[in-house]
């Protein structure tokens, strides 16, 4: 009994190295094999979408620019923003649902310059800042990568190049992922006991 107890054992270790090996192997292989492009500055993804955003980059947004937060955010109902119902970033309100999204000036994101370059660039969004790509993990954590692609929501004109930095992307989209994940609880909590406060009180409960 205790025999057979140890071959279970040493076959599912073995099991578990081999998914291991596969794993880290298709890892390795993805860093390198991914699409790689540089962004040539047509100011696309700056103008044609809403852009939204958490309250962590918001708070940088802020403290960056030291404008209120009110001045930097808008609240964007549904008719005007393809997000589904499941995305997290819907946000309850007396007046319906809306998300939060970047303040626009003339039809493009209130940051955006004349030549098209970001004026809170330091503290962007971590949307923009991983944008066009699209990276999916193998577990919550963000250990392990399983995919890297091209965003394709919108035109893009980004251009071939021969490398990025692949570990700053990722270490900005991990970090991404957390604090999108950290806004969609907070969002969700408010959606179950305050879905009669107003776009203010909602600013005020993220910490504005
Ligand atoms: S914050 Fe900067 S990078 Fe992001 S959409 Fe606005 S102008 Fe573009
Ligand atoms: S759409 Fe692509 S190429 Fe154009 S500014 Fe955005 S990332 Fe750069």
């Given at each position: 009994m205790v025999t057979l107890f140890l071959d279970?054992?040493?076959?599912?270790?073995?099991?578990?190295?081999?998914?291991?090996?596969?794993?880290?192997?298709?890892?390795?292989?993805?860093?390198?094999?991914?699409?790689?492009?540089?962004?040539?500055?047509?100011?696309?993804?700056?103008?044609?979408?809403?852009?939204?955003?958490?309250?962590?980059?918001?708070?940088?947004?802020?403290?960056?620019?030291?404008?209120?937060?009110?001045?930097i955010v808008r609240f964007c109902p549904d008719s005007e923003m393809e997000f589904d119902a499941e995305s997290g970033l819907w946000i309850a309100f007396k007046s319906g649902k809306k998300a939060m999204v970047l303040r626009k000036k003339s039809e493009r994101c209130m940051f955006q310059t004349n030549d098209c370059a970001c004026a809170a660039y330091e503290a962007r969004p971590q949307t923009c800042r991983t944008f066009p790509y699209s990276v999916e993990f193998e577990d919550v954590k963000c250990l392990t990568v399983c995919d890297i692609s091209l965003n394709g929501v919108l035109d893009c004109n980004a251009a071939k190049c021969s490398k990025i930095d692949i570990d700053k992307l990722l270490t900005e989209v991990c970090k991404e992922n957390r604090e999108d994940k950290e806004y969609h609880r907070l969002i969700k909590s408010w959606n179950k006991s305050s879905p009669s406060g107003n776009t203010a009180d909602f600013l005020s409960y993220i910490g504005f």
């Open positions: 279970l054992l040493i076959l599912l270790l073995s099991l578990y190295l081999l998914i291991r090996l596969f794993i880290n192997a298709r890892e390795a292989f993805l860093k390198k094999r991914y699409p790689k492009v540089q962004c040539s500055r047509c100011g696309n993804c700056c103008r044609i979408p809403e852009i939204p955003i958490t309250h962590k980059d918001l708070g940088r947004l802020v403290k960056a620019t030291g404008k209120p937060a009110g001045q």
